[in-house]
T-cell receptor
Framework: DGGITQSPKYLFRKEGQNVTLSCEQN?????MYWYRQDPGQGLRLIYY???????QKGDIAEGYSVSREKKESFPLTVTSAQKNPTAFYLC???????????FGPGTRLTVT | AQSVTQLDSQVPVFEEAPVELRCNYS??????LFWYVQYPNQGLQLLLK??????LVKGINGFEAEFNKSQTSFHLRKPSVHISDTAEYFC???????????FGTGTRLQVFP
């Protein structure tokens, strides 16, 4: 089955630690996106990549980093510089020339 | 800059009643419009999208939406809801050049028996 996988579903970390969230897709989509979701705020764009080895900052990139070494993979690192990292993180992808993004199941990160 | 406003944060409704979830957008350029549904602790699922053409768009699960350019609205409707429709619904807009999605803050639809 084609789709987007995110792992793990739940992640717990201590404050001050960096953590990397995985996102893999086998849809052959060119573009991939990372969003953060907080209660009552909808989804906010962190980073996006429209092609391998290239990515752009979204609206709330501070404290996050990404890489896009392979078309299928777009991992997100939440660094210790992110002041409020506890949130639900969603990865999405989109076909080149298509409209509408397709979402993974999400990773809920809790930092204490 | 584009923005999306979902006027109702919560909409309670009884099973088999009709429902309308409201969405207004602002943009200075032509846009694509989307409705997504999110069940608890899950990702977003695309319900329907408006790209061009007919202003009435039909989606999955019996939902439909109507694009109204003069009122800059894209309201979501269903003539008869089920308990299983209880979820969070997000309206989103993307401009045709950047493909970035701007989301509204969501409307929680709660269907009661």
């Amino acid at each position: 089955d084609g789709g987007i996988t995110q792992s793990p579903k739940y992640l717990f970390r201590k404050e001050g630690q960096n953590v990397t969230l995985s996102c893999e897709q086998n849809l052959n989509h060119d573009a991939m996106y990372w969003y953060r979701q907080d209660p009552g705020q909808g989804l906010r764009l962190i980073y996006y990549s429209q092609i391998v080895n290239d990515f752009q900052k979204g609206d709330i990139a501070e404290g996050y980093s990404v890489s896009r070494e392979k078309k299928e993979s777009f991992p997100l690192t939440v660094t210790s510089a992110q002041k409020n990292p506890t949130a639900f993180y969603l990865c999405a992808s989109k076909a080149s020339g298509g409209a509408g993004q397709y979402f993974g199941p999400g990773t809920r990160l809790t930092v204490t | 800059a584009q923005s999306v406003t979902q006027l109702d944060s919560q909409v309670p409704v009884f099973e088999e009643a009709p429902v309308e979830l409201r969405c207004n957008y602002s943009s200075s350029v032509s846009v694509y419009l989307f409705w997504y549904v999110q069940y608890p602790n899950q990702g977003l699922q695309l319900l329907l999208k408006y790209l061009s053409g007919s202003t009435l768009v039909k989606g999955i699960n019996g939902f439909e939406a109507e694009f109204n350019k003069s009122q800059t609205s894209f309201h979501l409707r269903k003539p008869s809801v089920h308990i299983s429709d209880t979820a969070e619904y997000f309206c989103a807009v993307s401009d045709r050049d950047t493909d970035k999605l701007i989301f509204g803050t969501g409307t929680r639809l709660q269907v009661f028996p």
